[in-house]
C-alpha cells in the first residue's frame, strides 16, 4: 500500500513562488507515473502536471513555462515548482501516483496554496 504525504503549501503573493514536495512509501514509486491535481472552490479537480518513470514531463497549458515538475527516485519523493504564481493558481493540490486508466490511483491528503493579489 504506498502512502503519499505532501508538504510546501501555504499563503503567496501573486508573483511569488512555492515549492510542493509530495513524499511516497512502497516500492511501486520508481516504476509509476506521477502527477501533481489541483482543485478550487466550486471546480472539479484537474491536471497541473505529470512525470513519467523516465522523467518525461507533460504540463496543462495555464501553467506551462511557470510551474516545473521533477522527481527524486532515491528519496522517493516528487516536487512541483511554481513560479510567478497567479491568483487562479488558488487550490487545494493533490499528488497521485498513476496506475493507469483502469486501476486507482493513489492521492496525497492535498495542500492548500492560496495567491492573494
Known amino acids: 500500500q504506498v502512502r503519499l504525504v505532501e508538504s510546501g503549501g501555504g499563503l503567496v503573493q501573486a508573483g511569488g513562488s512555492l515549492r510542493l514536495s509530495c513524499a511516497a512509501s512502497?516500492?511501486?514509486?520508481?516504476?509509476?507515473?506521477m502527477g501533481w491535481y489541483r482543485q478550487a472552490p466550486g471546480k472539479q479537480r484537474e491536471l497541473v502536471a505529470d512525470i513519467t518513470s523516465v522523467g518525461r514531463t507533460n504540463y496543462a497549458d495555464s501553467v506551462k513555462g511557470r510551474f516545473t515538475i521533477s522527481r527524486d527516485s532515491a528519496k522517493n519523493t516528487v516536487y512541483l515548482q511554481m513560479n510567478s504564481l497567479k491568483s487562479e493558481d488558488t487550490a487545494v493540490y493533490y499528488c497521485?501516483?498513476?496506475?493507469?486508466?483502469?486501476?486507482?490511483?493513489?492521492w496525497g491528503q492535498g495542500t492548500q496554496v492560496t495567491v492573494s493579489s
Open positions: 497521485k501516483l498513476d496506475r493507469g486508466p483502469y486501476v486507482p490511483g493513489y
Open positions: 512502497g516500492s511501486m514509486f520508481s516504476i509509476n507515473a
